[in-house]
């Protein structure tokens, strides 16, 4: 869980770099990645 908590924050803070920099299609790509934790973090908890 901490694992994926980790590579929640590292992607949250990829995309907001990433939208400082004007990178929109890296930025939602990180947004994705995020979903995508988020979405398994809530798989863990839920089992």
Same mark, same amino acid.
């Given at each position: 869980m901490k694992d994926l908590t !980790?590579?929640?924050e590292s992607a =949250? +803070? !990829?995309s907001i770099e990433f939208? =400082? +920099?004007g990178q929109i299609?890296?930025?939602f790509n990180a947004l994705?990645?995020?979903?995508?934790?988020?979405?398994?973090m809530v798989a863990v908890v839920a089992n």
């Open positions: !980790n590579k929640y =949250k +803070n !990829n939208m =400082k +920099n299609s890296a930025y994705l990645e995020m979903n995508k934790y988020k979405r398994l």
